[in-house]
């Protein structure tokens, strides 16, 4: 109980009010949920757990991410027919990404992000999209979206990674879409897959709910600002920017497997050297 009352204090909700700066402003950007931001930020910052970090990450994005698509419809830039199948196959994959959780190594599929997110930032070097581009949907895209959802919600369950580090770029890339349709079309595709993980953290107590208000509403007032901001801005510029965003994420990644990795030599070496001293 003590505990929860210092969480209460003045600094909880400063702290909180900051990351959701933060988080608004990059989702708005770059159009992801902002949980690469918000969870290692209230690890830091008000020593939550990773658990419940990422379950108060998850329910303040869907205040976010539906001011993100708002301020990106008011320019026409979310599909809102391929933003439905990415949302339906980002669900299922969510599941089938928490079935395999236990079943596959963490540190490879961290070290094959990873590589994923080196790949992704030297193509947003090469390939600058157009801004009069646009998402035609027939039903060869309509599968593919469909795939693209079913391992962003895959890998989503799997790593906890969301789901514009994925989707936007794909979208780019693969469908040859402008840099603001695929940011606006990734943000109306997290809110259902946001909702249905927030539902269950919520059944599972995964979830800290006044953070994630306070987070999520302090959110609401820098995401339009970072979605303007993304329409000012030149395309090969916006790239730069998300490269750097990617390769921060990426380094966090590979950071985070590499304190896993020592973790367990060490562990593995104290029996050995328990048995050196018998």
């Known amino acids: 109980m003590a505990g ?24 708005g950007l770059f159009g992801v949920g902002g949980g690469t931001v918000i969870v290692p930020l209230l690890v830091l910052l008000l020593g939550f757990d990773q658990r419940l970090a990422a379950g ?125 349709i695929a940011k606006g079309t990734s943000l109306l595709m997290m809110i259902p897959t946001a909702l249905s993980g927030t539902i269950g953290n919520v059944r599972r107590r995964n979830v800290d709910l006044l953070a994630a208000v306070v987070v999520g509403l302090a959110a609401c007032t820098t995401t339009a600002l970072g979605a303007w901001i993304a329409t000012l801005l030149n395309p090969m510029v916006a790239n730069i920017l998300f490269a750097a965003f990617l390769t921060f994420i990426a380094a966090q990644m590979a950071w985070r497997a590499i304190a896993v990795h020592r973790t367990r030599r060490s562990a593995a070496r104290e029996p050995r050297a328990a048995q050196g001293r018998r």
């Open 4 to 27: 929860d009352k210092a969480r209460r204090s003045p600094r909880f909700y400063l702290a909180c009010v900051g990351v959701g700066l933060a988080a608004g402003l990059l989702s």
């Open 56 to 180: 108060t990450s998850l329910a303040a994005i869907v205040p976010t991410a539906s001011v993100g698509v708002i301020s990106y419809a008011v320019t026409g830039s979310v599909a809102w027919i391929p933003a439905i199948i990415l949302a339906v196959g980002a669900v299922i994959g969510a599941q089938i990404g928490s079935w395999l959780l236990a079943k596959i190594p963490q540190n490879a599929l961290r070290w094959g992000f990873v590589g994923f997110l080196v790949v992704v930032v030297v193509m947003l070097f090469i390939v600058v999209p157009s801004r009069d581009a646009v998402l035609e949907l027939t039903w060869l895209t309509g599968l593919g979206l469909g795939g693209l959802g079913l391992f962003t919600g895959v890998m989503a369950g799997l790593l906890g990674v969301g789901g514009g580090v994925i989707v936007v770029p794909a979208l780019m890339f693969l469908f040859g879409t402008s840099d603001l």
